[in-house]
């Protein structure tokens, strides 16, 4: 499903280089939970990034479904990271002037959902994800894990197949961080979802995910499969 | 993304920060109303010049030449005693007819001609220019006048304003109007007096008789005695029918001259009238003058004499006909000009008629005529047709030309001022924009996450600058015409009023204007959100979603 070749990604700093990325390879099947493991700094979240469509790699190839994301121009970058993949951040990037409901039909909209179909599919999807009664109120009225849930409806709106979380239980207790783990676990197992997420807790890591990999430096130190 | 999420999205930004989109429409509304209220003021002045003009038929008017019989004949003449110098004919020459040669047409000025003028598109009238001198009695005083005809029913603005009476009807053979002057000359109080009175036309003993009473019981036998008459004294024959059309305008001492010469004639007319020495003695004069009597006309109508205001009291100058003190139906006219030709013109037509020059059954033609157009932009076109048919003409349409060229001067840099106040609103629109941009960075990059393109970035700013240009369009354009009501009202409450005059529109607001600079500022707002737009775009969505 997903798979990163040989993948560079070199920052100019200052007068040196730094290398985010260092001849990463990887590869994720469909349908599974992988867990990006390593300290701050070590490039995780730069992967995840390139994976998302949101940044390109100074060497090697990144795929999605057998295709290399390298020869598409910008606005099939946008179709791709629309379509293909949603993404959920550590601080859930909600847009804090518009309603739970309204945060996940500006992404149905970009997706061509129209009118009362929108609506619809923004309450569905608020459902699914059990924020059904808080689908007026905006996130500042919400709590963390709330958030993070109306986040994940959001990534889920235009029917990807893959969700790039970036520490998505980074600013959430370890109760609430079990309950949404425990429904993205869910919706990889029901709905074949295919799900790569970084974070740095270790129990979490091993507790909902298929597979661990393990990055320093910019590079992959080891994997663990947690099955 | 549909348009109506962008637009949706667009009043979003707009209405999260409500004073700073309020403050920046508010220079655009500025920007509008200045160019609005300037532009309108010029157009208004344009108009209020142009129709003026057009009020007294100045633009919709030409005169029409025909043929100088004087010209042609001198020519002829000239080169009749030397025929060595046949060759060069062309450069002979001639001191005494260069100035009406100016004038002077190709072709005969017939009753076919005028048919054919007429028939041109855009002609909505051709009248021939019928005009001579009589000695006039009314109220037992004899003063020398200058007769029109006139064609009735008549539109020419000059036949509008009546101080008393009315119009010539179009059935009435006998009927004169005559102007304020000609009451005054003649001694009668006031205008109403003279309705119903008579006019008594004064000829040579020998001409006397023929039309004089007949003509008012028997149109047509009045004609036709006219015609014998006529024909009696040149010396010629030609059928009676053809005779209406043959009584053509010729010229003698007062109409000679045409166009500007006319001009002076009626500018002096007042200056040059002068009385018979039987003045005074106004019963002797009756009875010495009995006798002399030709054709009496009866006074339906008295033209009010406009008066030009500071312009020292001369008179309105309305159309491009020729003016005259009385005025008769244009057949009585032509009757008239038929039974009692000057000796010149009798002599030039024997002349003319028998070098062959024209046929003993075509006739001399009219001197001038004076076309109407419907349409003063059809002017241009008339004119050309009418040079093209071999007339020449004189007429006010270069000016009209050269007033719309000023104007459009005018309104251009009234329109550039106005446009210098929005190019400033533009600069706050650039700034605003900016501001949005920088505060709505992370906004940014969520859309760009979950998907989208560039495109509908840019978009959502440019439909947010065009909404501010329309808001503030609308506002300035309503703020415009608010502006010229009230200078208007306070025009004439402060200026007009106290002198007596009228209200006047000082300012045309047509709705391509402000329909124009709503669209403008649109333009100018969109071109200004051009920058922040393309910046928008350029937003880093990993930089813009980073952990703060």
New interface residues.
């Given amino acids: 499903m997903l798979e990163a070749r040989e993948v560079s990604k070199i920052y100019q700093m200052g007068g040196g280089v730094v290398a985010a990325l260092d001849r990463v390879s990887l590869s994720i099947k469909e349908g599974e939970f992988v867990a990006l493991q390593g300290t701050s700094g070590s490039g995780k979240s730069t992967l995840l ?1 390139l994976f ?1 469509g ?2 390109s790699p100074t060497h090697g190839d990144v795929m999605f479904d057998g295709r290399s994301l390298a020869p598409l121009s ?2 099939e970058m ?2 791709y ?3 293909s993949v949603g ?1 959920i ?3 859930f ?3 804090q ?1 518009m309603t739970a409901e309204e945060n996940v039909s ?2 149905l ?4 959902w ?1 009118g009362r179909e929108r609506t619809r599919r923004a309450r569905e999807l608020l459902m699914r994800v059990g924020l059904g009664e808080r689908a007026m109120h905006r996130p500042a009225e919400l709590s963390g894990g709330e958030q993070q849930r109306v986040a994940i409806a ?2 889920l ?2 029917r990807p197949r893959v969700l790039l979380a970036d520490e998505p239980t980074g600013n959430l207790d370890s109760t609430r961080a079990g309950e949404l783990l425990s429904l993205l676990r869910e919706m990889v197992t029901r709905d074949d979802l295919t799900i790569l997420m970084v974070t740095h807790d270790d129990q979490l890591a091993a507790r909902f995910s298929d597979r661990t990999i393990h990055m320093k430096d910019g590079r992959i130190e080891g994997m663990r499969d947690e099955g | 993304m549909s348009f109506f999420d962008i637009l949706g999205l667009a009043l979003r930004n707009l209405r999260e920060a409500k004073l700073r989109a309020a403050l920046t429409t508010m220079g655009v509304v500025i920007g509008v109303a200045v160019i609005v209220t300037m532009t309108s003021f010029g157009l208004g002045l344009q108009r209020n010049t142009v129709e003026r003009f057009k009020n007294l038929d100045l633009f919709n008017e030409v005169q029409v030449f025909g043929r100088d019989l004087n010209t042609v004949l001198e020519s002829q003449l000239d080169r009749k005693p030397e025929p060595a110098s046949e060759g060069g004919e062309n450069k002979e020459p001639k001191k005494p007819g260069n100035k009406r040669q100016a004038k002077s047409s190709e072709r005969p000025l017939t009753d076919a001609a005028l048919g054919e003028i007429a028939a041109l598109p855009g002609v909505a009238y051709v009248e021939p220019t019928v005009r001579f001198s009589v000695y006039a009695r009314a109220n037992d005083r004899v003063r020398q006048e200058l007769i029109g005809g006139v064609r009735v029913p008549n539109g020419a603005s000059r036949f509008q304003h009546f101080a008393a009476g009315q119009m010539l009807g179009a059935k009435e053979t006998d009927a004169a109007i005559v102007d304020e002057s000609f009451i005054s000359e003649h001694g009668f109080k006031q205008a109403a007096d003279a309705i119903g009175q008579r006019i008594e036309f004064l000829a040579p003993p020998d001409e006397v008789g023929s039309l004089s009473n007949a003509s008012r019981r028997n149109e047509g036998g009045a004609e036709q005695r006219a015609s014998g008459k006529a024909e009696k004294e040149a010396g010629i024959s030609s059928s009676p029918t053809r005779r209406a059309d043959d009584t053509a305008a010729e010229s003698d001492n007062t109409t000679a001259a045409l166009g500007e010469a006319t001009a002076e004639t009626e500018t002096d007319e007042p200056l040059t009238f002068f009385g018979l020495p039987l003045e005074d003695s106004g019963e002797s004069s009756r009875a010495g003058g009995s006798g002399l009597v030709a054709r009496t006309f009866r006074i339906v109508g008295v033209l009010k004499n406009e008066v030009e205001k500071g312009s020292g009291g001369n008179r309105r100058f309305r159309g491009m006909m020729p003016a005259a003190n009385i005025y008769i139906p244009l057949r009585a006219a032509n009757e008239w000009k038929a039974t009692h030709r000057g000796m010149m013109e009798q002599v030039a037509l024997q002349l003319a008629r028998r070098s062959g020059l024209i046929d003993t059954e075509e006739t001399e033609g009219y001197q001038a005529a004076t076309v109407r157009v419907s349409d003063p932009a059809a002017m241009k076109n008339v004119v050309e047709r009418l040079r093209e048919s071999g007339f020449n003409v004189f007429g006010l349409f270069t000016e009209l030309d050269e007033i719309r060229t000023f104007f459009l001067i005018v309104n251009a840099t009234l329109g550039l001022l106005g446009g210098i106040s929005l190019l400033v609103a533009s600069f706050g629109i650039a700034n605003t924009m900016i501001m949005s941009i920088l505060e709505r960075t992370r906004e940014i990059g969520i859309m760009m996450a979950v998907g989208a393109e560039d495109r509908e970035i840019k978009l959502i700013f440019f439909v947010e600058a065009a909404v501010i240009g329309l808001m503030g369009g609308i506002v300035g354009a309503l703020a415009a015409w608010s502006i010229d009501k009230l200078s208007n009202r306070l025009a004439y409450q402060f200026i007009l009023a106290p002198r007596g005059e009228p209200f006047i529109d000082f300012f045309s607001l047509p709705p391509y204007l402000w329909l124009g600079a709503i669209l403008f500022a649109m333009a100018v707002a969109v071109a200004a959100a051009l920058y922040p737009a393309a910046r928008a775009a350029r937003i880093d969505p990993v930089k813009a979603l980073r952990h703060d």
């Fill in positions: 990034n998302g949101l940044d910008k606005k946008a179709r990271r629309r379509a993404m951040f550590q601080n990037n909600l847009i002037t500006l992404a909209a970009f997706g061509g129209r959001r990534a709106a235009n």
